[in-house]
């Protein structure tokens, strides 16, 4: 994967508001190259730079302000809009309903995998447009004017183990960390590769996730022999509910 931070790691876009005694900073941080079927995030920041308590309201579970509008290389666009009417498990939603208070001098920042509800399968430029919908308040009730809709080109090289293997390892390992929101981040992205090396990864994550809906899921997708003798293994699974989901996994995997 390849970030480029404006001077060459990553691309950053930031607004700060024009608005007096305004300088909240909201940026929006995409891959601008990764090979294929490795996963894409989209990392939100907000950072606040006022003397006061500002409120950003990001939606449902964190996400559901934000659309999305993606052309793929071949030419056809496909709209993402974040609702809550989504399965629970489908999407990265770790946050509670309502505004995030963020103190002066801090920030918050929200990730959003967008590999698991739109199609990266093709190899070339993508062209991705972010627009998020949510207020950004102060407590006093002032609005903070924040960049809303940004473009963004992605480009998807042909298929890399070596690239993959580290995309893997380095989500299993975040998917051991104790903070809820980055455990939950690195398992939804682990369980968006659409390839057949992440299996054993999946396995190594569900065996300590007692919620491993995403990781069940994500063997049924793929099929296979590899990965019914995985879903084989959770389905004796002391944890009631892993078991359960690999149970039903088996009933639908192909």
């Known amino acids: 994967m390849s970030l480029i931070r404006l001077a060459g790691v990553g691309v950053l876009w930031t607004c700060c508001a024009s608005a007096v005694q305004v300088r909240e900073t909201m940026s929006y941080l995409l891959p601008a190259q990764l090979t294929l079927r490795e996963p894409v995030i989209l990392d939100v920041t907000v950072r606040n730079d ?8 990001f939606g449902t579970g964190g996400v559901s302000e934000f659309n999305f509008g993606i052309q793929k ?6 709209p993402i809009h974040l609702t809550t009417t989504r399965p629970p498990g489908e999407l990265s939603w770790f946050e509670p ?7 002066s001098g801090t920030s ?34 002032g609005s903070v004017n924040v960049l809303r809709e940004v ?16 995309a893997c390892d380095e989500l299993a390992r975040e998917a051991k960390d104790p903070d809820a929101v980055h455990r939950g981040r690195a398992v939804a992205a682990l369980a968006s590769i659409g390839d057949a090396i992440v299996i ?17 899921d994500a063997r049924v997708r793929l099929g296979g022999p590899d990965a019914r003798r995985a879903l084989e293994e959770l389905s004796k699974s002391s944890n ?3 078991a359960s989901a690999a149970q039903s996994g088996l009933k639908r995997i192909k």
Do not use: C, K, M
């Open 108 to 141: 918050v920042s929200r990730s959003i995998v967008l590999s698991e509800v739109a199609d990266f399968s093709q190899i070339g430029s993508y062209e991705v447009t972010i627009r998020f919908g949510g207020s950004v308040r102060t407590l006093s009730n």
């Open 97 to 103: 309903v309502g505004p995030i208070s963020i103190q």
């Open 200 to 216: 054993p990864y999946l396995l190594e994550v569900a065996r300590s996730d007692p919620f491993a809906s995403r990781e069940v």
């Open 240 to 242: 009631g509910w892993t």
């Open 50 to 57: 006022l003397t006061e308590t500002i409120a950003v309201d």
């Open 151 to 166: 473009r963004h080109t992605l480009h998807v090289l042909p298929r890399n183990e070596d690239a993959l293997r580290h």
């Open 73 to 78: 290389p071949d030419g056809s666009r496909t």
